[in-house]
């Protein structure tokens, strides 16, 4: 097995996995941004359950928090100061696949809770119709989205009839999704944790997790939009359900608390998947935790 970096050294690296880029200003609309709107066959029955800018953020946020080295970067073109005409124009266009993400977003929510499988023809009628040719680069955005946010992998089950499933990511069983209507699922931010933890050296101080949290807008005693109040979540609910450990540090005085995976965790999902995970995110496993990736490569090996 190699030899772990000191443990100051491998303290930065965690930090700098943890540590989000500069996040990109929401977009506004300006007076001359299309709007976007549903087809009869698809609308929305409740206000969205976040506006969309905030949507957006929070998938930004997820990605910068799994160490994306590309999100924290400005591209080159920034730099090259296209013409206002250009920028107002390509403001517009995002604003406009944003709001049709968000819809798409909302219907694949819809078809979770009704467990429904969804056809790719419903999908289609959720974008407008001037706008069809989209599709592929809103329902990447919306995948994304449902996965970071929400912790759901959107899988055809059945290419013949272009008919999908959205299951919960990583292995995992657990959604949080209640019978009310406005209930959202929480396995997304569940898999944060479950990253931090491992980024962490398999236990993370209380402080540490809420220190991240706290970057997502999730704060203990504050009730968030999708995931509730999340001190109940982490130090009751996921504990009973066996998905995390909330213990105190020994001999901490004063008191100091810790999180590691629950059994149920170690059961359903594997420090590979959540190494998977982090590639699938970033296209690569970050730079500042790939010893943690030989460890993980090398304990499969040896096997239990």
Known sequence: MPESPPKEERCREVAAVLSPGPSPPPSVPGPGSPSVTCPHSFQLSSPR??????LSDLRNMVVQL??????????????SGPPPS???????????????MADLVEFLLLKYRAKEPIAKAEMLNVVPRGAQDQFPDVLSRASECMLLVFGL??????????????FPTLGLTWDGVLSDELSQPKTGLLVVVLVVIFLQGDRAPEEVVWETLGVMGVCAGKVHCIYGEPRALLTQVWVQEGYLEYR???????????????????AETS??????????VNGRVPRSCRFLAEEVVNEEEEGP
């Not at 799994?66 to 730099?79: D, L």
Request: aromatic letters at 6%; charged letters at 25%.
């Open 49 to 54: 359950i976040m506006p969309v800018d905030r």
């Open 66 to 79: 799994f160490g994306s080295e590309e999100a924290a970067t400005p591209s080159p073109s920034s730099s």
């Open 86 to 100: 250009s920028v107002e124009a390509e403001a517009s266009q995002q604003d406009a696949l944003l709001a049709m």
């Open 153 to 166: 992998d959107l899988k055809e089950v059945d290419p013949g009839e272009h008919t999908y499933t959205l």
């Open 248 to 266: 105190q540090v020994p001999h901490s005085d004063p008191a100091r608390y810790e999180f590691l995976w629950g059994p149920r965790a170690h």
């Open 271 to 280: 420090k590979v998947k959540i190494l998977e995970h982090l590639l699938r």
